[in-house]
């Protein structure tokens, strides 16, 4: 047994834009600042520059591409990794799981080292899987390529569930650690604090502000709150609904406001720091298909503001029903009907606010998340 720094690849398909990548990211530093080496190889992706301006290393390979491209990433990680052992590789992807599987059938192999490296060792390091999102596709041909690690890591219970209905998965080799969010940075929102924001983003004291945080792209169904807009015009008239995000239906989302002159209430706002507008607002609304916990759910809670969303992954963790926020089946209308009730009573979302805010300081602080990560990593392989 050994209390030196681990070594951890992470593998994913690419640099892209979202939560899986933030997670990446958050869990990344945080473990380099504990001394631990860190690196992620996957292909390019709207985040590049994130990971370029984070601690981690990141290694560049063609996953995304066809087959030559999977046998090319293949032979850039074998070669990396004769100078560079890791102690545990930690996928994302179906696809990157079974890279992952082709490394370890070679990382048993003695490998020189060069001066001043760790050791070369033997041993084949084990792959934890994290589903980001439940509910995939396991139909021929997938479920041949469907392959979820040595231990599968889930931040909820419906993954938990899905893993062991659907995927069969055995129960003992699931870890349920839930995503965690920094809370020294998404704090309780002032009245102060709230003043300034709306100050900030013009939006009038007497307004009722709701926001979506994400991707413009399937499964958000972000365009369900432009349908919320057009459908409580007479019933809240004052509402002002801001998009935060980016994505490929950004063009879209923004033609149809105009068309329907929802210019007033429905506000496309790019790619932006959510903290402003988590501060302004009275509720954050999240219509999507599917979720993998959703950070931006728990980002706005630790900040004061219940959340309305469908019940996809990471909602029994979060929401508890009519004092944290509300869940809805993944119903259209019904979500737009709930949202019209949800969003008129401001005493209610108050008092659901504060109590979403010491619920998730509560349970989903980040130092609880990395510290359970850590000792799942160091349990794995044996290094402790």
């Known amino acids: 047994m050994s209390d030196r720094p681990l070594r951890i690849l992470h593998l994913t398909l690419g640099a892209d834009a979202g939560g899986l990548s933030q997670y990446i990211i958050a869990l990344g530093s ?49 070669e990396h990794l004769k100078d560079n052992p890791v102690d545990v590789i930690h996928t994302h992807y179906r696809r990157a799981t079974l890279l992952g599987r082709k490394l370890q059938s070679k990382h048993g192999r003695p490998q020189h080292t060069r001066a001043g490296r760790h050791p070369a060792i033997n041993k084949i390091p084990p792959l934890v899987y994290t589903l980001h999102l439940s509910h995939l596709s396991l139909r021929f041909p997938r479920n041949l390529f469907s392959d979820f690690g ?21 129960e003992d080799r699931i870890r349920f650690i839930p995503h965690g969010i920094d809370l020294n940075r998404f704090t309780p929102t002032t009245c102060e604090q709230r003043a300034e924001a709306r100050k900030q983003l013009m939006i009038a004291p007497n307004d009722r502000v709701a926001v979506f945080v994400g991707r413009y792209d ?45 210019m007033d209430r429905v506000f496309v706002t790019g790619y932006q720091d959510p903290l402003p507008y988590y501060r302004a607002a009275d509720a954050i609304l999240l219509p999507s298909i599917r979720e993998g916990f959703s950070f931006v759910c728990a980002e706005a809670m630790a900040t004061g503001i219940p959340a309305l969303r469908t019940r996809t992954s990471g909602t029994r963790e979060l929401i508890l029903e009519n004092t944290t926020g509300r869940s809805v089946p993944i119903d259209h209308d019904l979500f737009i009907d709930t949202a019209i009730t949800f969003l008129r009573d401001g005493d209610e979302l108050r008092r659901m606010g504060a109590d979403a805010a010491e619920h998730v300081r509560k349970n989903f602080s980040f130092d609880l998340q990395l510290s359970r990560t850590l000792d799942l990593y160091r349990s794995i392989t044996k290094l402790s």
């Open 30 to 78: 945080a473990m380099v600042a504990q001394g631990h080496q860190v690196s992620v190889a996957g292909d390019t992706g709207a985040w590049q520059w994130a990971f370029d301006e984070s601690p981690l290393k990141y290694i560049q390979i063609p996953l995304k591409g066809n087959w030559f491209s999977f046998q090319k990433s293949a032979r850039i990680l074998r």
């Open 150 to 170: 040595d231990i599968s890591h889930v931040a909820s219970l419906e993954a938990r569930d899905w893993l062991t209905r659907e995927a069969r998965t055995p």
């Open 218 to 262: 399937y499964p958000k169904n972000e365009d369900w709150l432009i349908d919320l807009a057009a459908s409580a015009r007479a019933i809240l008239p004052n509402l002002k609904i801001f998009l935060v995000g980016e994505g490929p239906h950004e063009a879209d989302l923004k033609l149809r406001i105009a068309s329907e002159n929802l």
